[in-house]
């Protein structure tokens, strides 16, 4: 099987791309930065230099690829820039597997990455091409490594989801289950909501923190337009810090705590749980 990986070298995209590889599939990888590319990619992979706007590489990549993943950056043109990629795979008739978000925001009124992967998937599922959606919760690679600042400084965390809890997965384990949905088209026209085993609160999420480091973490309890704000103050871009607050707004109502068997059915394992990441990246908690 080839299959291409776009946007391959952010939080999600080496995962995907290593567990394609321990399958022994021939990866083509595409984003900008070749030097990043090398420092992150699994060496076998045959990394493409490219924007998501130079079409003729990309209609080249896709015509090589029996499935290509559809991964690309939140912002203001995300969806433009994936029905532009979804029109390319139509002409090359290459099977599509396109990286969604929280499952429970994905509907015309969500949040507005959210109404962005709505409009995507919607223009997918209408693509006369093979297909599947994976529709990730928030990533423990965004989340985790956001309080680990705050705790090594300060001992504390912002916590704008009062008692509601979220079901975090790791990218390890969206990596291998996005594998098996590139590689097999029986996932055709389906679409795999992928959490983590739990669905923490961020007092929970502070617990696990402070019985890996031996050392109290305390919570902070801030609005979602609280968290947005200090975020500005920190230097995040007006959208980011938009985008920010309707996803914290999201998770605080509770929709985003649903756990599902996605992980553990297209893996054959149970998904990571919070308190084995921290474990696993607890250098970033300890000063
Ligand atoms: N973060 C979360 O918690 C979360 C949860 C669920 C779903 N999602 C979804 O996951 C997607 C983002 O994945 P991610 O967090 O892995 O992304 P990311 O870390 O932001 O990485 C973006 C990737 O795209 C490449 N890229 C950026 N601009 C490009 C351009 N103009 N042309 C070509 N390549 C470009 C980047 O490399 P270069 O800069 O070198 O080009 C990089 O490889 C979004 O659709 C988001 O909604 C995120």
Same mark, same amino acid.
């Given at each position: 099987?080839?299959?291409?990986?776009?946007?391959?070298?952010? @939080?999600?995209?080496?995962?995907?791309?290593?567990?394609?590889?321990?399958?022994? $599939? &021939?990866?083509? *990888?595409?984003?900008?930065?070749?030097?990043?590319?090398?420092?992150?990619?699994?060496?076998?992979?045959? =990394?493409?230099?490219?924007? =998501?706007?130079?079409?003729?590489?990309?209609?080249?990549?896709?015509?090589?690829?029996?499935?290509?993943?559809?991964?690309?950056?939140?912002?203001?043109?995300? *969806? &433009? +820039?994936?029905?532009?990629?979804?029109?390319?795979?139509? @002409?090359?008739?290459?099977?599509?597997? @396109? $990286?969604?978000?929280?499952?429970?925001?994905? %509907?015309?009124?969500?949040?507005?990455?959210? %109404?962005?992967?709505?409009?995507?998937?919607?223009?997918?599922?209408?693509?006369?091409?093979?297909?599947?959606?994976?529709?990730?919760?928030?990533?423990?690679? +965004?989340?985790?490594?956001?309080?680990?600042?705050?705790? %090594?400084?300060?001992?504390?965390?912002?916590?704008?989801?009062?008692?509601?809890?979220?079901?975090?997965?790791?990218?390890?384990?969206?990596?291998?289950?996005?594998?098996? $949905?590139?590689?097999?088209? *029986?996932?055709?026209?389906? %679409?795999? $909501?992928?959490?983590?085993?739990? /669905?923490?609160? =961020?007092?929970?999420?502070? /617990? *696990?923190?402070?019985?890996?480091?031996? @050392?109290?973490?305390?919570?902070?309890?801030?609005?979602?337009?609280q968290a947005a704000?200090?975020?500005?103050?920190?230097?995040?871009?007006?959208?980011?810090?938009?985008?920010?607050?309707?996803?914290?707004?999201?998770?605080?109502?509770?929709?985003?705590?649903?756990? +599902? &068997? &996605?992980?553990?059915?297209?893996?054959?394992?149970?998904?990571r749980s919070v308190?084995?990441?921290?474990?696993?990246?607890?250098?970033? =908690?300890?000063?």
């Amino acid at each position: 099987v080839n299959v291409l990986v776009t946007g391959a070298t952010g @939080k999600l995209g080496p995962h995907v791309v290593a567990a394609l590889h321990a399958r022994g $599939v &021939d990866v083509h *990888a595409t984003a900008r930065d070749s030097r990043h590319a090398a420092e992150v990619l699994d060496p076998r992979t045959t =990394f493409v230099a490219a924007d =998501f706007a130079d079409t003729d590489v990309l209609a080249a990549e896709l015509e090589r690829a029996d499935a290509v993943l559809l991964l690309t950056p939140h912002g203001p043109r995300m *969806a &433009d +820039t994936q029905c532009a990629l979804i029109d390319l795979a139509t @002409k090359s008739r290459t099977r599509v597997v @396109k $990286v969604s978000g929280t499952s429970s925001g994905i %509907r015309p009124d969500g949040p507005e990455t959210c %109404r962005q992967h709505h409009a995507a998937e919607q223009h997918l599922a209408q693509a006369e091409i093979p297909w599947a959606v994976v529709r990730p919760n928030a990533f423990m690679q +965004t989340l985790l490594p956001a309080m680990a600042a705050s705790i %090594r400084d300060h001992g504390r965390i912002s916590n704008p989801l009062g008692t509601a809890g979220l079901s975090l997965v790791d990218c390890a384990d969206l990596g291998e289950a996005i594998a098996t $949905v590139l590689i097999d088209p *029986a996932h055709q026209g389906c %679409r795999h $909501v992928l959490t983590g085993p739990t /669905a923490p609160t =961020f007092h929970e999420i502070a /617990a *696990a923190i402070a019985a890996e480091t031996g @050392k109290p973490v305390t919570v902070v309890d801030v609005t979602p337009s609280q968290a947005a704000d200090a975020a500005r103050a920190r230097g995040l871009d007006a959208w980011e810090a938009d985008h920010l607050q309707e996803m914290l707004a999201l998770f605080a109502g509770g929709t985003a705590e649903d756990v +599902t &068997d &996605d992980v553990r059915s297209l893996t054959g394992r149970a998904p990571r749980s919070v308190a084995e990441y921290i474990h696993e990246h607890r250098h970033l =908690f300890v000063t």
